[in-house]
């Protein structure tokens, strides 16, 4: 049996310690000037890149680092926002801070503590906007910035009870648009664009309740108040212009094209779109010319090249002089800065990331049926030699996220300790539909542990795994599957490995934060007031008697969407229950940001799992 590599120089913790980074952005009226958020030196801290020289400057140097999501940078470069919250509960105030160093400025210091759902710029950089949750609800607000950038007081444009997501500005700050839930009360959006100054409503874009009308940007030209976006009214996604104040739209079918075709990106003469096909979680890049209605197929590297945090993520970028900044990363390459050419897609230059990368293990991806017939998809990596192995089924958080191809420290140090490791976009997932997507709501667990247990069968059939050595794992929601699956199927699981999850559904909205609120009612088909018995039904606690195998939990003491009273509650009983349970907090909201911590976590990790294995031979 293998031990933990605990060696510093042991491939698996050289990944964990390679720079990595974690959100890019390049202003669009400075596009030498791109800034990153990068863990270079441990913690997360921001960074400026000059794309003319390759130069890179540290710009912060605060003790814990910065935020790596609800970020986002001014058209003129000038300033990086982000939510300043305490510890990570992800309640707080936007600051901002100069790209050129100095300490952060609280842009709505009259305003109550919130959570952020938007943060957006007109390209003039005259006027910004913001998507913040209260007590009273989900709120945009429009902030006026004067000739010497400084902000004005917000104002506050639309108010509602149900969801809704983004701030995005025209290129002159005239009309701001949102994606909400008010048509369907539901995770099927549509568009509401407002005027920025007034808060009048200007036009909607809906496509039915079937169908989810997803918002990427307005036209960067002055005057030209057209929105890019995506509709699934065809059953795939599919980008759309549209005008808000005519109503005029304009569809792109591409019936060439099978799975899913995104919108990242509009160029800044406006002339071109950037576009994603998304089919079985992998990713080919096309620029689409408006004047010709011509699609062209981009020669880059195989891999993933965004990073999605709900509507923070870091998408390639057009830039003016016809390149693409990007993200960029697959199973061999951890997370880069790239330049891509405009034209073709060859892979230019690496703007920022690491050097001497341990060799790993491949991903595969590969295709399972539930035991309903549903095909899904995922991702398998395995240890040289034969099978089967000891293996570790991984869910993903989320629920509404996949798993692309990407590099991946914690896959790699399983395997090399002699697992095989097995990543699956379970129904829930995006990229595979709005049905196979919603078919969870109302009903949390029972469609994602069909296809666990359809991954883990056909592991065994296929002598990568050991029937009696399989664990679960995941993080979020996928924290909450392996708490689920432990107690809904446990025969099948040999231990369960969770991170930052859920065990309660009640206790767990009655102490998360107003913003989460709205998406767990998304889920449960209801507020628990509405469909308590939704959220007891769908909770691990429920079925605690029936957990077998032991489980490692890691939780975070100021976690506002997996809340620490549900899991103390959790743990209690399953030790009242004579139950095998090892809990470790941590001083954070929902994850760590510092490696160091990271890889103690792997280490214990993979220690409880070659324990429960020892335990097993003697």
Known sequence: MKEVQTNKDAAWKQRYHLSSVAWVRTARQKPAQTMLVSDKTDAFQLYAVDRTTGAITQVTDDEGGVPFFNVALSPDGRFFHYLQDTKGDEKGHVVRRSCAGGPPEDITPNLPDYNLRGIGFATNNQRMALTIVTEAGYQLHSLDLDEQSQVQEPRLLYQDKLEFWQAELSADGALAAVLSTRRTGSRLYCVVVFDAETGAEIGELWDGAEASVELTCFSPLPGDERILGVSSKSGQKRPYLWHPRTQERIDLELPDIDGDMLAWDWSPDGKTLLLCHSHWAQQQLYTYDLASS???????????????????????????????????????????????????GTQKRILFGPDDVPVGQPWRSVTFTSADGTPFQGWVATPEGDGPFPTILNMHGGPHYAITETFSPPAQSWVDHGFAFCTINFRGSTGFGDAFKSQIWGNLGHYELMDMVAARDWLVDQQIAQPDAIFLNGGSYGGYLTLWGLARRPDLWAGGIALVAIA?????????????????????????????????????????????????????FNDTRTTPRQMEQFVAK????????EIHWFDAGHGKLDKSSATDDQTRAIQFALDILQSRTK
């Open 294 to 344: 011509t699609l062209t197929k981009l020669n880059h590297p195989s891999g993933t090249y965004d990073l999605s945090v709900g509507p923070f993520g870091s998408f390639p970028q057009f830039l003016s002089d016809g390149c693409i900044v990007s993200l960029w990363q697959n199973g061999a390459n951890p997370m880069q800065v790239v330049e891509l050419d405009g034209r073709t």
């Open 504 to 556: 309660d559904w009640v206790a767990n909205y009655e102490d998360a934060a107003d913003a989460m609120k709205g998406a767990f009612a998304v889920w449960h088909a209801g507020h628990l007031a509405d469909v308590r018995q939704n959220y007891v039904k769908s909770s691990p606690i429920t079925y605690v008697e029936n957990i077998q195998a032991p489980l490692l939990i890691v939780q975070g």
């Open 574 to 581: 399953m030790k009242a229950l004579g139950k095998s349970v």
